[in-house]
């Protein structure tokens, strides 16, 4: 009998956010999935640890080159080095931050599973952004409000999206954050922009507007803007 492959949502960093569902599924399979990026997913771990034991780990290499090709054929390595295990009957759980179908190299992995004909599931998990809400004690969206999700990492233009009508969420910054903070503050945002750094992780630090986070030294992979359209 073939194992299954569960992509496991760990959430944006506090163990205690992980789902029941999560931690049973951690618990059942013999193969533990790790994705490494250079991007935080070791992060992902680090939040499980405690549920895996001395259970098999598999690294899993993702390429971030700009180059597709190289890209596409990282994950396909990934996912022949997962099968493996699976034909061994073994189930096999990919850990991912957030949620495994929100910007996660889980989903890349999971379409060629199950073009193999393996059998994969997905669990849930809560996002950075809602966790980031949570701690401010805002609402993301509001009776008819839209909430645009904004990846920004990469340097593209963003500028439609940032002028797209409802409260946005941006994420995958990067390098690409003093570029979108001034982007930001041109369109009156720089009051209505909060920043939430490391959130649920130790570390943590929430900034009410820009003017407050400019003003701190904190950036990287672990930061996030909620912007309100409306004061």
Do not use: W
């Not at 997913?41 to 405690?50: D, L, N, R, Y």
């Not at 990469?154 to 946005?168: A, Q």
């Amino acid at each position: 009998m073939k194992g299954m492959l569960y992509g496991i949502g760990a959430g944006p960093g506090d163990p205690e956010l992980l789902t029941l569902k999560a931690v049973d599924a951690l618990r059942r399979c013999g193969v533990i999935a790790v994705p490494k990026t250079g991007n935080g997913e070791g992060a992902a771990f680090s939040i499980v640890e405690q549920y895996v034991g001395g259970k098999e780990l598999l690294e899993c290499h993702f390429s971030m080159d700009r180059d597709i090709v190289k890209r596409k054929e990282s994950r396909r390595q990934c996912a022949e080095r997962i099968a493996r295990r699976l034909e061994d009957g073994v189930d096999v759980g990919y850990v991912t931050l957030g949620d495994p179908t929100t910007y996660s190299t889980y989903m890349y992995v999971h379409e060629i599973i199950t073009g193999m004909g393996f059998e994969a599931a997905i669990i849930p998990g809560i996002t950075s952004y809602a966790a980031a809400a949570a701690a401010f004690g805002d609402a993301l969206c509001e009776g008819g409000d839209i909430l645009t999700i904004i990846p920004a990492r990469h340097g593209e233009n963003i500028d439609d999206l940032l002028d797209y009508p409802g409260n946005k969420v941006i994420m995958k910054s990067g390098n690409n954050l003093a570029n979108v903070i001034d982007r930001l503050k041109a369109r009156g945002y720089a009051a209505r922009t909060k920043i939430a750094y490391r959130v649920t992780m130790d570390g943590q630090r929430l900034f009410a507007d820009l003017g407050e986070f400019e003003s701190s030294p904190e950036t990287g992979y672990f930061t996030l803007a909620l912007v309100r359209e409306k004061g």
